[in-house]
């Protein structure tokens, strides 16, 4: 997993714009800096986005691109109910309303959900996070035209129960503007958190070892 320019880690705060292809240079140059002529990627919400901009600047470094409930594909929801669930810790950042936000917006439980220990770290870092630090990022956008550029292999994965990007509204853009799409895989009662579902890792874990 690497560290996204912007966010509460260690990287630097200052970010690519958000409408250029800058992102997919820099995910170029992560690359350089491991050490990796190709590889799988894999990219959740924002990390969908980035996915498509390295898809798009550096395909040839990408041997297959995930997309898991990406924040690319759609605009985010303007719903009251996915609009109410991701203010509520922000206006008011408590335990108890970070663990409303992750039930109702990014889990789904009990099909989807973490370990009662994962839970605990997850929401106290969400209240650290939240009270204490300034989100530098620029928000994915609905990348729209721009996704006919990407060249690498591709595969959506969604969840039907996300509030944040509703999966029909997905597919439906994937299916009309990634002309590389090769699978899309729709999981039942799973939230925007997807890549925390084991059944959408074992379904990557499958096309990689598939692939020739």
């Known amino acids: ?3 996204t320019n912007g966010l ?4 630097s705060g200052n970010t690519p714009d958000i409408k250029s292809l800058d992102y997919g240079f820099w995910a170029a140059e992560v690359f350089d800096k491991l050490g990796l002529d190709k590889a799988f990627v894999a990219g959740a919400s924002f990390g969908g986005l980035i996915c498509m901009k390295l898809g798009i600047v550096k395909p040839e470094k990408i041997k297959t691109a ?6 690319c594909l759609q605009p985010f929801s303007l719903t009251f109910q996915n609009l ?3 203010l509520l810790p922000i206006v008011k950042p408590t335990e108890k309303n970070v663990l409303k936000f992750l039930d109702k917006a990014v889990f ?13 770290m997850l929401v106290d870092y969400e ?3 939240i009270s204490r630090y300034k989100d530098n990022t620029q928000k994915p956008y609905y990348m729209g035209n721009e996704l006919a550029a990407v060249k690498a292999q591709t595969y959506l994965l969604v969840g039907d ?3 944040l990007f509703p999966f029909k509204k997905s597919v439906e853009n994937a299916e009309k503007h990634l002309t590389t799409l090769k699978g899309i895989e729709v999981f039942a009662n799973v939230g925007h958190g997807i890549e925390t ?3 959408a890792l074992k379904y990557i874990g499958d096309k990689i070892k598939d692939y020739h």
């Open 1 to 3: 997993m690497v560290e």
């Open 8 to 11: 509460p880690n260690l990287s």
């Open 84 to 86: 109410y669930y991701n």
């Open 66 to 71: 995930f997309l898991l409930n990406p924040g």
């Open 197 to 199: 579902y084991d059944k």
């Open 161 to 163: 129960k996300d509030l």
């Open 127 to 129: 209240v650290f996070a």
């Open 108 to 120: 789904s439980k009990p099909n989807h959900q973490l370990s009662e220990f994962s839970e605990k």
